[in-house]
Nanobody
Framework: QVQLVESGGGLVQAGGSLRLSCAAS????????MGWFRQAPGKEREFVAV???????TYTDSVKGRFTISRDNAKNTVYLQMNNLKPEDTRVYYC???????????????WGQGTQVTVSS
């Protein structure tokens, strides 16, 4: 079992920044690929970014150049630095753990509870 707890969400004006954190406990954090997903009410959960256990990263096109995913294996934590936020980034953001990096949320076995990000125009 892996337990994940997100933090760092909030309300920010367009153009602002937030850093989300996801603290993991349980099995060896460094063995897992860690992903960030987001979801709007009534919509499917969508891929944002993933970082492999080796540190390679992949982003969805809409956040490239604005968001950065990183991990600190010593702290069992993955981060999502979000810059130049836009109103369309308003979602609940979830972190998740999987055995290998993937865009597909069905490949992720462990999920956090989510943190709300709201970007005002």
């Amino acid at each position: 079992q892996v337990q994940l707890v997100e933090s760092g969400g909030g309300l920010v004006q367009a153009g602002g920044s937030l850093r989300l954190s996801c603290a993991a406990s349980g099995r060896t954090f460094s063995n897992y690929a860690m992903g960030w997903f987001r979801q709007a009410p009534g919509k499917e959960r969508e891929f944002v970014a993933v970082i492999s256990w080796r540190g390679s990263t992949t982003y969805t096109d809409s956040v490239k150049g604005r968001f950065t995913i990183s991990r600190d294996n010593a702290k069992n934590t993955v981060y999502l630095q979000m810059n130049n936020l836009k109103p369309e980034d308003t979602r609940v953001y979830y972190c998740a753990a999987a055995g290998s990096d993937s865009f597909d949320p069905r490949r992720y076995a462990y999920w956090g509870q989510g943190t709300q990000v709201t970007v005002s125009s």
